[in-house]
């Protein structure tokens, strides 16, 4: 996978050595304050939410702009479009936009008033760049247990089919942890494992969204995306949160920020908001 620039991403033999549970827990909220009750089932019977409007057109062009002098500033480094990651230590707009109160009204919906959160990675496919995300789930990648973690996928840009949106294998997080193969170079994966034959676990959703719409799904969620083959980019960053009483091991704790309740066990960092918004 790609390298995290706060901590590198564990390799999957470093993973196995850590003892995970991957199983899924449902939500228990009879008394949502944001969502639904029936999206709160819906999460828990397909593992995603979509069409979450958090951002008005005025916000999410500001948003982009701020997004564009980045991208401009990461690629006259000679990095790629989508080496944008753990952007919450680095970028006070980033920051921001992680510890949103609207995002994070929806987050403690699912997994509870006590919630840190703890990534955020740009996943820009610039126009025509080939390259594709195979099916995978989140929790392979991450050395965090129990697997009580959501990812909100922000749409910095427009998402459809034709710029690669994300696409969802519903209900395919009831299956608990999946075995994956390396991708191979001829795939031209983003990330590095592929989950093969998804459609076994259930139907395929195509998750189009607009710019500053949401989607939620669980870390066990089966999902991918095509190549962007459009002259249109397509621009999301991931934002990741976590119940509290996650453990993260290989130091991914450093990069927690409280933006719900409380950590009782103080096992998660409190990072500050960066004091700058772009790099220097």
Same mark, same amino acid.
Not at 3 to 8: E, I, L
């Given at each position: *996978? ?10 999957s033999s470093q993973l196995q050595q850590i003892e995970r549970d991957l199983r ?11 969502? %639904? ?43 790629? %479009?989508?080496?944008? @990651? ?13 510890? #949103? @109160? ?23 496919? *610039?126009?025509?760049?080939?390259? !594709?995300? !195979?099916?995978?789930?989140? !929790? ?8 009580? #973690? ?8 427009d998402a459809d089919i034709e710029n690669g949106c994300m696409r969802f294998i ?7 942890? *999946?075995?994956?193969?390396? @991708? ?18 259930? =139907?395929?959703?195509?998750? $189009? ?5 949401? $989607? ?6 089966? =999902?991918?995306?095509?190549?962007? #083959? ?13 119940? !509290? ?14 933006? @719900? ?20």
């Amino acid at each position: *996978m790609l390298k995290d620039q706060f901590q590198a991403v564990p390799d999957s033999s470093q993973l196995q050595q850590i003892e995970r549970d991957l199983r899924f827990y449902p939500t228990t909220n009879a008394h949502p304050q944001v969502l %639904s009750q029936e999206q709160v089932e819906q999460f828990n019977r397909d593992g995603y939410i979509k069409d979450l409007t958090i951002f008005s057109p005025a916000e999410i062009a500001s948003i982009r702009q701020q997004f564009d002098e980045l991208l401009s500033r990461t690629l006259a480094t000679g990095a790629d %479009s989508y080496s944008i @990651s753990s952007a919450h230590l680095k970028y006070g707009f980033c920051w921001d936009l992680l510890t #949103n @109160s609207r995002i994070v009204a929806i987050v403690k919906d699912l997994l509870g008033e006590n919630v840190v959160a703890w990534g955020s990675h740009f996943f820009c496919k *610039m126009p025509g760049d080939g390259k !594709a995300v !195979a099916w995978h789930q989140d !929790a392979s990648y991450w050395p965090l247990s129990p697997s009580r #973690n959501v990812t909100a996928w922000l749409a910095i840009d427009d998402a459809d089919i034709e710029n690669g949106c994300m696409r969802f294998i519903a209900g395919s997080h009831q299956y608990g942890h *999946m075995t994956f193969r390396d @991708s191979n170079p001829a795939e031209h994966n983003v990330l590095n494992q592929t989950i093969e034959n998804p459609w076994q676990y259930g =139907h395929e959703v195509i998750d $189009s969204l607009a710019a500053g719409q949401i $989607s939620i799904h669980s870390d066990l969620l089966l =999902h991918g995306s095509e190549a962007n #083959n459009s002259s249109r980019r397509r621009c999301g960053l991931t934002l990741r949160y976590a119940a !509290a009483e996650v453990r993260a091991a290989l130091d991914w704790n450093q990069k927690g920020v409280i933006v @719900s309740g409380s950590d009782p066990s103080g096992h998660w960092a409190n990072r500050p908001r960066p004091t700058r918004d772009l790099p220097e």
